[in-house]
């Protein structure tokens, strides 16, 4: 038996068609009403956006990156906390409005890859590598997913076993999909964690003594207040995975919880396995050669092993770390 953990961030959204990105979010936050004691912050915090964005920080982490930061010019703490709630009430609002568009054809894809992700490595010889290191047989998969919408729930909605898992019944002996957990909440619960990873990321040192600020702000903190487990039931999952599919994230700083959590169950074994799927804006030459995907793939394991902190030469971790590229691995309603 193999456990699989998948690891969905917004680009999965972003990728089914939906304007859940930081900029769409933006766009709607600046137009939407918000009351008067917290207009001047609210101002002054998009004016610090918009730096960002000409400096090309256009991801969510940059965004609650940002919200750290900003505590630094902030001498009111509870005018901060208002801005806050303005902002994550927004963003609720605003996510509750986008929905994705999926056909049958959408969901028969998505089952398909979410079988077989490595079939997207670059070429057949990683594909085998991959097999071979990760030694799939029998599989266990568990999702967690970074965003506040129930997209992949919709797309498994189908796939709902007499066992409560998510299963095809030719295959059920062979592959299903026990949980999906949302790490920071949905939409349709008891609110969403929106913020930083610790309170280092908190500019002002006198706001990382208000505890109260802290449960507001810190995801890891919150989680662990609001006492729903799923934190612990994640954690676990991460901790007896053998395989780990990391999808539609950045790997951004307010997550290294999760990064550091995946990194230490790495270096304590010696056969668990990444493939980590990696997406620029700028399309791949179409007529690439295979040395070109090898120098991509580089780049792209040292970025894993320095956010993870493994150590070591990016030479050694050929066999356990794979990336992809730009690839076709599920749906997409992009144009």
Known sequence: MTNCVYIFGNGFDIRMGMPTGYPDFLKYYRASDTAEKVVSSKKEFLSKIDENIKEGKT?????????????????????????????????????????????????????????????????????????????????????????????????????????????????????????????????????ILFGVNDSDQIANEQFRKDESLLDLIVKPKGNSELGTNIDQECLSLIQNAKVFYIYGTSLGPTDQYWWDCIGNRFRSTSDSVILYFSHTSQKLEPDRLPIEYISSEREIRKKIMSTMRIPGSEKDYRNRIYAACNTNVFPTHLE
């Open 59 to 191: 991801e969510w982490k940059d965004l609650e990156f940002a919200l750290g930061l900003f505590t630094k010019g902030c001498s009111d703490i509870e005018l901060f906390k208002t801005l806050y709630r303005d902002l994550n009430h927004s963003l609720i609002e605003y996510l509750s409005h986008q929905s994705p568009l999926i056909t049958d054809e959408d969901k028969t894809k998505f089952w398909n890859d979410l079988m077989y992700p490595e079939n997207y490595l670059s070429s057949d010889h990683l594909k085998k590598s991959f097999w071979e290191n990760s030694s799939r047989g029998e599989t266990n998969a568990d999702i967690i997913s970074f965003n506040y919408t129930k997209t992949i729930e919709f797309l498994l909605d189908d796939r709902w076993d007499k066992d409560l898992y998510y299963s095809e019944p030719s295959t059920a002996d062979l592959y299903r999909v026990k949980s999906i957990n949302h790490i920071h909440g949905v939409l349709d619960d008891n609110g």
